[in-house]
T-cell receptor
């Protein structure tokens, strides 16, 4: 089945140690998104790629970076994770910029 | 700018009772509207969407929603709640053209009591 796959499902990292979260998709969608979701809150958009064009939300900390080497893969890099970065990170894709988004299962990040 | 308001952060219903989750939106142009469901430690799953055409849309798991432009609402309903419906529900909006990300409401947690 075509889908959005996030690896790993659970990630534990040390305070200040760089960590990378991965997302792949078999939907061939041109738009990919990264959301941060903290407990009992709505997903918060960090950034998205429309094709190769990177769109950063104004309030996304510089600590968060992203890479999209090709259509299928997108990575979220957290350069120096703090305790406040512990959250569920959701990757999503869409065909075009105004259709529904398809979400992966998420990666739950714990910072110790 | 678009926004979504979900009335009630927590709704509790008895098994077999009607489910009604409220969503109101604000948008300067006719929007596209979505309902997503999220189970614990899972991603978001699309329940249904409204883009154009029929204002009553049917989704998965017996849910439906009606787009009411005059009320700027897109409430989610299900005639008879099942225990498996217990989850977090998010209403979302985006513009009907261009490259605009989804804007989510704060979510409503649905509890189903046996």
């Amino acid at each position: 089945d075509a889908m959005v796959i996030q690896n790993p499902r659970y990630q534990v990292t040390q305070f200040g140690k760089p960590v990378t979260l991965s997302c792949s998709q078999t939907l061939n969608h041109n738009v990919m998104y990264w959301y941060q979701q903290k407990s009992s809150q709505a997903p918060k958009l960090l950034f998205h790629y429309y094709d190769k064009d990177f769109n950063n939300e104004a309030d996304t900390p510089d600590n968060f970076q992203s890479r999209r080497p090709n259509t299928s893969f997108c990575f979220l890099d957290i350069r120096s994770p703090g305790l406040g970065d512990a959250a569920m990170y959701l990757c999503a894709t869409s065909r075009g910029g105004n259709t529904e988004a398809f979400f992966g299962q998420g990666t739950r990040l714990t910072v110790v | 700018a678009q926004s979504v308001t979900q009335l009630g952060s927590h709704v509790s219903v008895s098994e077999g009772a009607l489910v009604l989750l409220r969503c109101n939106y604000s948008s300067s142009v006719p929007p596209y509207l979505f309902w997503y469901v999220q189970y614990p430690n899972q991603g978001l799953q699309l329940l249904l969407k409204y883009t154009t055409g029929a204002t009553l849309v049917k989704g998965i798991n017996g849910f439906e929603a009606e787009f009411k432009k005059s009320e700027t609402s897109f409430h989610l309903t299900k005639p008879s709640a099942h225990m498996s419906d217990a989850a977090e529900y998010f209403c979302a909006v985006r513009m009907n053209s261009g490259n605009t990300p989804l804007v989510f409401g704060k979510g409503t947690r649905l509890s189903v009591i046996a």
